[in-house]
């Protein structure tokens, strides 16, 4: 069974560092695409971005380009999304989940969702 | 911001059969891009309905069809259920090379 597991609620001021991670399990980790998908409060999804595990090739939204890392360690399965530098705008529930295959298929499999809470 | 554009919100009486827009360009579903829609129930994580336009993952009732034509696309509930309240969004890529969702539409049950 594939499983994206998250890590969990995070509650930081602006200016802060953050890493989140999704861990992955139940298939090939390094043979489908992962992505990262925003939900600000009351807001609809986001596309941010998506990386291949197995060469760390890494596309990112241009609307998300410079707003947060996307990474991944095949040695844990587990793909990341940090911030060096938070904004109270990067407040939001932010998704991973797994494409079916290239980069223009659907999200098949989605974590729980790990909820950001930036303040001032 | 959404380049697929979907009505705020449709409702239907049980057993009645409602229809959701999705609205794009000529550099996403009008390029031949596939669509994919998404189910979220309150405060859940969204789920897969319907990928590559009109197929159904396994589970997925054959209540819920899609379609799509020239620059848009459809999503069809027909038989509506009191479970079927929540928010559906639709996907398709863009040739800016980025994913794309759409705005989102609330389905109320009345």
């Known amino acids: 069974e594939v499983q994206l597991v998250q890590s969990g609620t995070e509650v930081k001021k602006a200016g802060e560092s953050l890493k989140i991670s999704c861990k992955a399990s139940?298939?090939?980790?390094?043979?489908?695409?992962i992505g990262w998908v925003r939900q600000m409060p009351g807001k609809g999804l986001e596309w941010m971005g998506i990386?291949?595990?197995?060469?760390?090739?890494?596309r990112y939204s241009p609307s998300f380009q410079g707003q947060g890392t996307i990474s991944a360690d095949k040695s844990i399965t587990t793909a990341y999304l940090q911030w060096s530098s938070l904004k109270t705008s990067d407040t939001a529930m932010y998704y991973c989940?797994?494409?079916?295959?290239?980069?223009?298929?659907?999200?098949?499999?989605w974590g729980q969702g790990t909820l950001v809470t930036v303040s001032s | 911001q959404s380049v697929l554009t979907q009505p705020p919100s449709v409702s239907g009486a049980p057993g009645q059969r409602v229809s959701i827009s999705c609205t794009g360009s000529?550099?996403?579903?009008?390029?031949?891009?596939?669509v994919h829609w998404y189910q979220q129930l309150p405060g859940t994580a969204p789920k897969l309905l319907i990928y590559?336009?009109?197929n159904r993952p396994s589970g997925v009732p054959d209540r819920f069809s899609g379609s799509n034509s020239g620059t848009s696309a459809s999503l069809a509930i027909t038989g509506l259920q009191a479970e079927d309240e929540a928010d559906y969004y639709c996907?398709?890529?863009?040739?800016?090379?980025?994913?794309?969702f759409g705005t989102g539409t609330k389905v109320t049950v009345l």
């Open positions: 139940g298939y090939s980790f390094t043979r489908y695409w």
């Open positions: 996907q398709s890529y863009d040739s800016s090379l980025r994913g794309v």
């Open positions: 000529s550099s996403n579903i009008g390029a031949g891009y596939d």
């Open positions: 990386i291949y595990p197995g060469d760390s090739d890494t």
């Open positions: 989940a797994r494409l079916t295959s290239g980069v223009q298929s659907p999200f098949d499999n």
């Open positions: 590559d336009s009109i």
